[in-house]
């Protein structure tokens, strides 16, 4: 944090990362030939959460047919809590529905929610089919239909018609039930988190070594549900030491904390253009791990979420804003990054220790910070490359408290 003209912080190695309001210490000297320097000079600073990393809060009301739900979420930084509503709605199928026929007259079905079981739209009779003209010249003719009774609307009764061979009521599907899905990887599981005008569910396993969350998945019951979530325990010891490679679907928002962290044979990781948090530690300590290919909404990349893995080369999209404490320390096969259009704070220590690193591209204009020690231990010779018109301004950023040294050039 700069101080203004005069000004220098006791302690400039502190950090600030304490939230709300703490006292520092600053020394005020303007001239020192002429003025004695006035230390222990009491500064207030406010620290505040600017981007939140929101994980799932134990607050969640599932949503039913008539009544929205709501789901928490709580800032794993400064506990902040915010809350999603779940929209309700019915679940339509059709029962009883019979074709018409030469004798029989056929009914077009009721309409019912498949949850709550009420009546949503009565059906009509369909009127037997006509004979053919010869049997009408030779005295045939049609009946009148017989009258049908249905039931009125809201009611849950079946409608007392004689329509035959009724189709089986399907099993009723409630939040927390185990689904087992009829397409993609047959030995994954999910679990429902809401039903309503979309399904959804959480992914809750699999003992495949490619391991694939999809978009949706589909149960035995022709119910299609998207995949909005991992469980922040969905995999294993074995998933650990057997898994080579994830691919995570469009509708899943979060990559959760630890989650993959110490896979040992994990080498590709693919996220899809829903996430946007990339949670601390995330794939912290996976050794093989050399190549991740980042969705287009990730926002922030957590603490230590890459640290101390395989990876060659970052390349860090237009819609990240924040990289976080060590993200990327520790990276001994690290050799180049491009940081976004977006990026706005690099946190301390981010890429400590990647004593590869060679070349970093930030092609952001909106740099604000640079964390202490955050390129400390990087290749000597690293050329960062800035923004047209940057140079002057993000020297002052990347100074010696960076990390970064007078062998490397900035340009």
């Known amino acids: 944090m700069k101080l203004p003209e005069h000004f220098e912080w006791e302690k400039p190695d502190s950090v600030l990362e304490k939230l709300g309001e703490s006292e520092y210490s600053a020394i005020y000297c303007?001239?020192?030939e002429i003025y004695e320097k006035v230390t222990g000079i009491a500064v207030l600073v406010n620290v505040s959460c600017v981007y939140h990393q929101w994980g799932k809060d134990a607050s969640v009301t599932p949503a039913n047919c008539t009544t929205d739900g709501k789901i928490g979420y709580k800032c794993e930084i400064?506990?902040?809590i915010k809350t999603e509503i779940l929209n309700k709605g019915h679940q339509p199928e059709v029962r009883n529905q019979k074709e018409a026929s030469n004798t029989e007259n056929g009914y077009t079905g009721d309409t019912y929610c498949k949850v709550c079981g009420i009546l949503l739209e009565q059906g009509q009779v369909i009127p037997k089919l006509k004979e053919s003209d010869d049997n009408q010249q030779n005295g045939g003719g049609t009946d009148t239909p017989p009258t049908e009774q249905t039931p009125s609307a809201g009611s849950?009764?079946?409608p007392s018609t004689e329509v035959t061979d009724i189709p089986a009521i399907e099993q009723t599907v409630m939040v927390g039930d185990v689904v087992k899905a009829i397409d993609g990887d047959k030995n994954a599981s999910y679990q429902v988190t809401s039903?309503?005008?979309?399904n959804t569910v959480a992914f809750t396993g699999t003992t495949s070594k490619k391991i694939v969350i999809?978009?949706?998945v589909t149960d035995a019951d022709g119910n299609v549900y998207k995949v909005t979530s991992m469980?922040?325990?969905?995999f294993t010891s074995a998933n650990k030491k057997s898994a080579t490679s994830v691919t995570i679907g469009n509708n899943v928002k979060k990559i959760e904390s630890s989650q993959f962290a110490g896979f040992i044979k994990l080498k590709t990781v693919t996220m899809g253009n829903g996430v946007t948090t990339i949670g601390s530690s995330a794939f912290c300590g996976d050794k093989k791990l050399t190549t991740v290919k980042f969705g287009r909404k990730v926002s922030s990349i957590g603490a230590d979420a890459f640290k101390n893995t395989g990876l060659k080369k970052a390349a860090i999209p237009n819609s990240t804003k924040a990289i976080g404490s060590r993200a990327f320390a520790e990276c001994k096969s690290l050799t180049s990054v491009s940081m976004g259009l977006g990026v706005q704070t690099i946190g301390k220590m981010a890429f400590h220790g990647d004593k590869k690193l060679k070349s970093i591209k930030i092609n952001s204009k909106k740099l604000k910070?640079?964390?202490v020690n955050a390129f400390k231990g990087i290749h000597n010779k690293a050329k960062f490359t800035v923004p047209k018109g940057k140079a002057s301004a993000y020297k002052?950023?990347?100074?010696?408290?960076?990390g970064v040294k007078r062998s490397m050039s900035i340009k």
């Open 30 to 32: 303007p001239d020192e």
């Open 156 to 158: 849950t009764e079946t």
């Open 195 to 198: 039903l309503g005008r979309v």
């Open 369 to 371: 910070t640079v964390g």
């Open 214 to 216: 999809p978009d949706t």
């Open 396 to 402: 002052k950023k990347l100074n010696s408290k960076t």
């Open 78 to 80: 400064c506990g902040e």
């Open 231 to 234: 469980k922040a325990k969905a």
